[in-house]
């Protein structure tokens, strides 16, 4: 099959050797210039917790988005946002495909001018492993290569702050942290390196990109599955808190964050996305305090968190049911990790909410919506 080169694309033959002053000229023409509804977007993941809200800001400020889907995701991440503002659907282009389908994917990428990748599996559960690797690295790769091929103009891809690594040290981590082989890197931050790797391969071959690390993404989800499911949790009553320490993001500073990096001239860097590093304690009884329900008062050490795993797989090998808690989950709820964000504050002079606003925000979301 012959292939299509566009001679103002990323491998046109026309740019050889002159690339990186054309990318910048064409940066500043597309981003500045022209109007917004000339452009075509992919969103890969657009129903997703950052994916539906990454959406809303997009629609809102005049872009047109191809919005990716599976076949069977649900839709309660849109209507979150959607729900009293239908005219922005105007600017939506539904397509339903997957990121591992490469025939479906470049059908979606036809005539896009950037791509914003939020398509991920996350999954604590071994049998789930094989399948998330292939998700989260090969569909990562075959954005990439269509990218290239296609000669998109960006790319920012949705990585976490678990692909930078942990070794279980009470220490900052940054941008530059290395990878090391850790037994506190759980299969999904295996994954999510995996799946940067491909993005930095693809910088190597000619590609523009950016990526963000967030982390723990608090924001109007799905109340039943994705990290929103914990302010369902905390209110029907949290006994249990464990000495774990995390970094904690708004949804709405994520999508800010790519919208604009996007429609920067920063090029091939990563971001941590990370408003505030605070014990898990503290958020759950903010958000406990939110909901006006009592605050977890039994700390679960070592020894119950050990017999609490085991006896979730006990239960779910007789109930064929997934488990609550797996063992990487509770080994994550006792990390301490902590993550230094001063380079998304120098590169874009960003300013994050607060987590105590990005908690009582999102708990009275759930209070108007949530049906018990």
């Known amino acids: 099959m012959k ?20 990318d910048k000229l064409r ?29 809303f800001d997009l629609v809102s ?16 991440g849109v209507d979150h946002y959607f729900s009293d503002n239908t005219q922005l659907m105007e600017n939506v282009e539904w397509f339903t495909g997957d990121v591992t389908d490469i025939f479906s994917l470049e059908a979606a990428m036809e005539n896009v001018d950037s791509v914003y990748h939020c398509a991920a599996r996350v999954s604590f559960l071994p049998a789930d492993r094989d ?41 900052f981590i940054d941008e530059t942290n290395a990878w090391k082989t850790s037994k506190y890197n759980s299969s999904y931050a295996v994954s999510k390196y995996g799946a940067e790797q491909e ?64 429609e920067s001239e920063i090029s091939n860097e990563r971001f941590i996305l990370v408003s505030q590093n605070l ?35 006990i239960k779910a090998w007789f109930s064929g049911q997934k488990p609550v808690i797996t063992r990487e989950t509770a080994r994550s709820a006792k990390g301490k990790n902590l993550y230094e964000n001063s380079k998304i504050l120098k590169f874009l002079d960003f300013q994050f909410i607060p987590v105590e606003k990005a908690i009582k925000d999102t708990a009275e979301k759930f209070l108007r919506e949530y049906k018990n």
């Open 3 to 22: 292939t299509k080169v566009n001679p103002f694309g990323a491998n046109s033959p026309l740019l050889a050797g002159r690339r990186e002053p054309f």
């Open 61 to 76: 400020k005049g872009y047109k988005v191809r919005a990716m889907r599976r076949d069977k995701s649900t839709m309660n």
């Open 279 to 313: 014990p898990f304690k503290t958020v759950f009884d903010q958000i406990a305090d939110a909901f006006d329900k009592k605050r977890a008062s039994i700390y679960a050490g070592p020894l119950l968190t050990a017999l609490a795993w085991r006896s979730e797989a």
């Open 131 to 171: 399948a998330m690797t292939h998700t989260n690295v090969q569909g990562t790769a075959n954005v990439v290569n269509l990218c290239l091929e296609k000669g998109v103009r960006k790319l920012c891809h949705t990585s976490s702050v678990a692909a930078l690594g942990r070794t279980g040290a009470d220490k």
């Open 199 to 262: 993005v930095w391969r693809g910088v190597a071959e000619g590609l523009n990109a950016v990526i963000v690390n967030p982390g723990i993404i608090i924001g109007s989800g799905n109340w039943e599955t994705d990290s929103s499911s914990i302010f369902n949790r905390v209110n029907k009553g949290l006994m249990f808190y464990t000495e774990g320490v995390g970094g904690f993001v708004d949804v709405r500073d994520v999508a800010r964050a790519m919208i604009r990096l996007m």
């Open 27 to 55: 940066a500043t023409m597309v981003c500045q210039l022209l109007p917004n509804f000339a452009l075509m977007i992919l969103l890969t993941g657009a129903t997703g917790l950052l994916g539906s809200r990454l959406l």
